[in-house]
């Protein structure tokens, strides 16, 4: 089984490796091959994106399977998208019928699935700011999650900025990923695309 990842270039470097641990556990003996395809700030959208997944499907080795994970939160004026089920739906009609394509969004950007590990945020930046309430991937308020992590960081007494390949990767090496996909929906929800391609039980 060959799954080709969309994924912006620096959530890659962070998540790749934390990702494929956590599924090792879970696909014992059936692990995908997983090919990360970095693009440097955003996937692409509407034609560009339709064209990348059918070169992946279609090329001299393709892949039996296309997930692209974007941000909803992705800096553009006006948005591209409302929310994570508005991105869903937005790729889905750029990419048309392809039923080996599916399509995730972090809500509000992949730093909502690092809340969970407040403790450890704390920890790394030596600062005590209370973690933000409510459910993670609902976390924004003008504030997406990227800022208010970037904002501890830089307030903590260690005093220094927040580098996403770097300090997720500490994060997440720190932690059980299984704590984050119970607590944020659209992430069980993209690690269950892989875990149900490759035939295994999805996580309720």
């Known amino acids: 089984m060959k799954i080709a990842i969309l994924v912006e270039g620096k959530t890659e470097k962070a998540f790749r490796e934390h990702l494929r641990k956590f599924l090792q556990t879970q696909l014992s003996g059936n692990m995908p091959k997983l090919d990360f395809y970095p693009y440097d700030g955003r996937i692409p959208k509407e034609d560009k994106l339709r064209r990348v997944v059918e070169n992946l499907i279609g090329g001299s080795n393709p892949a039996d399977h296309v997930i692209?994970?974007?941000?909803?939160?992705?800096?553009?004026?006006?948005?591209?998208?409302?929310?994570?089920?508005?991105?869903?739906?937005?790729?889905?009609?750029?990419?048309?019928?392809?039923?080996?394509?599916?399509?995730?969004?972090?809500?509000?950007?992949?730093?909502?699935?690092?809340?969970?590990?407040?403790?450890?945020?704390?920890?790394?930046?030596?600062?005590?700011?209370?973690?933000?309430?409510?459910?993670?991937?609902?976390?924004?308020?003008?504030?997406?999650?990227?800022?208010?992590?970037?904002?501890?960081?830089?307030?903590?007494?260690?005093?220094?900025?927040?580098v996403k390949p770097r300090d997720a990767g500490r994060i997440l090496r720190d932690n059980d990923l299984m704590v984050s996909i119970n607590a944020c929906a659209e992430l069980k929800a993209f690690v269950n695309t892989i875990i149900s391609a490759c035939g295994g039980t999805a996580i309720p």
């Open 68 to 162: 692209a994970l974007t941000d909803v939160y992705t800096g553009t004026s006006p948005p591209d998208f409302v929310d994570a089920r508005d991105a869903k739906r937005k790729m889905h009609q750029w990419v048309g019928g392809i039923g080996q394509f599916h399509p995730h969004a972090a809500q509000y950007d992949f730093e909502a699935w690092l809340l969970p590990y407040w403790r450890t945020i704390q920890n790394l930046a030596d600062h005590n700011l209370n973690a933000p309430s409510g459910n993670p991937e609902l976390v924004n308020h003008q504030n997406p999650p990227a800022k208010r992590i970037k904002a501890i960081f830089r307030t903590g007494k260690r005093g220094r900025s927040y």
